[in-house]
Each structure stands twice: as C-alpha cells, then as structure tokens.
T-cell receptor, first 114, second 114 residues
Framework: DAGITQSPRHKVTETGTPVTLRCHQTENHRYMYWYRQDPGHGLRLIHYSYGVKDTDKGEVSDGYSVSRSKTEDFLLTLESATSSQTSVYFC?????????????FGDGTRLSIL | AQSVTQLDSQVPVFEEAPVELRCNYSSSVSVYLFWYVQYPNQGLQLLLKYLSGSTLVKGINGFEAEFNKSQTSFHLRKPSVHISDTAEYFCAVSVPRNDYKLSFGAGTTVTVRA
C-alpha cells in the first residue's frame, strides 16, 4: 500500500470554526490531491499540488485553501466551516512518470460540521 | 472537459453470479480509464486501468473491463462474484498532460447476497 496517512480520521466541529486536515506521504511523489466524497457525486477534486508551493484549484474549491511547504505534507484548510462541507475527504498521490500513472488514495477523513 | 456516467447506482447480485457495472464517458480528446473499488470505511483501491492497446483489460480479484471507443464505454465485469466483492465501485477518466487529474463517476454500490 502507498504510504499515505490522513489526520485526523474523524472530526466533529461547529459552523464557523477553522479546520485543517493533513495528508502525509512517505513515497516522495510529486503530485498530491484533495477530494471530497458525497453520496451521488462520487469524488470531486478540491485542490491539488504539483510540487512544493505549487497548487491549483479543482472543480469544488470554494471555501477551501491548501498549502504544501514540503514534499511530504499537503494541508487542506476550511477557513470558516459550513454544514455543506460535511463530507468524507480523501487525499491521493501520484508519481510524475508519464500520463499512465494512477492515483493512490489515503483512508479518508470523516468531517462533520454541526 | 470530460465526464463520467455510471449507469447503475446500485447492483444487487447473488453469490457466484456474474456482474457487470456500466460506465460511459464523454471527452473531446483521448482518455485513460480506470476502475477503483472502495470497501467500507476505506480509501479507493485501483482495480484496473486502460491506457492503450488491447481493449480487454484484466485487473485484480478476477475483474476485467472492455474499452469500446465507438460507444465511449468502459464496462466492468466479473464472471462469478463473492460476498467479499460487496463494495462501491468507481469509474474514472483522465486526459493526457493534465497533471494526472481524475474525473469520477458517481459510483455503483454492489451488494452480494448468499
């Protein structure tokens, strides 16, 4: 299994509070991604990173920010959490070896915003 | 932009029976296609991928998929399922030179009954 650790695995918080989720990899892969998974929507890309300090938006980036200060860590921040951000969040990584590289996923963080 | 449609949200099937999960995609350029499986409370695991060449692709756990360019489909099949195949299955597509980003279908839940 790819060395991907997400923390925390579960979190319950209140509307309006800041929340940071962490993804840590031991594979030294260049690319890292944050997705959210909601029933009926599959996984949707929030933000991704193509290198240290290099990030770009995905299809559902509003209300989220990310940072990548070192290769192994990719942080997802909800500056002021809303109930619509209750979801399961997955981190994924990918090597930069050509277009046929699949992504490998962490075990997810279940976030509930009350 | 590309999109993926999984035609069945839920598929109940009896143990040892065959199963087919349908996936159609839309893209203006050539694509790479993937099937992932998600067991309860876990992340996504790659089942198989189509990159080029033979249109019949074999994956792990006895699954296979057939790429049909004219019908823009990538259906997943298994000739005989086990209880342990109960999971959610996701079809995904990526396009070349796009930072390995994936677009996912909404998922198909397979429930295998004895």
């Amino acid at each position: 299994d790819a060395g991907i650790t997400q923390s925390p695995r579960h979190k319950v918080t209140e509307t309006g509070t800041p929340v940071t989720l962490r993804c840590h990899q031991t594979e030294n892969h260049r690319y890292m991604y944050w997705y959210r998974q909601d029933p009926g929507h599959g996984l949707r890309l929030i933000h991704y990173s193509y290198g240290v300090k290099d990030t770009d938006k995905g299809e559902v980036s509003d209300g989220y920010s990310v940072s990548r200060s070192k290769t192994e860590d990719f942080l997802l921040t909800l500056e002021s959490a809303t109930s619509s951000q209750t979801s399961v969040y997955f981190c994924a990584i990918s090597e930069d070896l050509g277009d046929n590289q699949p992504q490998h996923f962490g075990d997810g963080t279940r976030l509930s915003i009350l | 932009a590309q999109s993926v449609t999984q035609l069945d949200s839920q598929v109940p099937v009896f143990e040892e029976a065959p199963v087919e999960l349908r996936c159609n995609y839309s893209s203006s350029v050539s694509v790479y296609l993937f099937w992932y499986v998600q067991y309860p409370n876990q992340g996504l695991q790659l089942l198989l991928k189509y990159l080029s060449g033979s249109t019949l692709v074999k994956g792990i756990n006895g699954f296979e998929a057939e790429f049909n360019k004219s019908q823009t489909s990538f259906h997943l099949r298994k000739p005989s399922v086990h209880i342990s195949d109960t999971a959610e299955y996701f079809c995904a597509v990526s396009v070349p030179r796009n930072d390995y980003k994936l677009s996912f279908g909404a998922g198909t839940t397979v429930t295998v009954r004895a």
